[in-house]
């Protein structure tokens, strides 16, 4: 069973930045693909970055790129969203999200462990 617990969200004006952090536990972290995904209210739950098992391969939302940075460290097992230059349009709930295999996906489905959430708020 792998447990992720997201944290780093909270409320920032527009143009601020903020950094989730996503740590795991079990044995399958440093073999598994990770995923952030994000959930507005009335809108379908979307993938914003992923990030292959090696880190060599990631994905970025046409909406957040060259703001979000995916990256993670094995090593801690943690996954971590740099989120800058924030927009109203960024607020959502954040999740992270293991997909139990080694390349990434952006299809919601296809993911195995989720974190509980947490609320990133901009505003403008």
């Known amino acids: 069973q792998v447990h992720l617990v997201e944290s780093g969200g909270g409320l920032v004006q527009a143009g601020g930045s903020l950094r989730l952090s996503c740590g795991t536990s079990?044995?399958?972290?440093?073999?598994?693909?990770m995923a952030w995904f994000r959930q507005a209210p009335g809108k379908e739950r979307e993938c914003v970055a992923a990030?292959?098992?090696?880190?060599?391969?990631?994905y970025y939302a046409d909406s957040v790129k060259g703001r979000f940075t995916i990256s993670r460290d094995n090593a801690k097992n943690t996954v971590y969203l740099q989120m800058n230059s924030l927009k109203p349009a960024d607020t959502a709930v954040y999740y992270c999200?293991?997909?139990?295999?080694?390349?990434?996906?952006?299809?919601?489905?296809?993911?195995?462990?989720w974190g509980q959430g947490t609320q990133v708020t901009v505003s403008s």
């Open positions: 999200a293991a997909r139990g295999s080694t390349a990434w996906s952006t299809d919601p489905s296809s993911y195995r462990y």
């Open positions: 990030i292959s098992w090696s880190g060599g391969s990631t």
């Open positions: 079990g044995r399958t972290f440093s073999v598994s693909a």
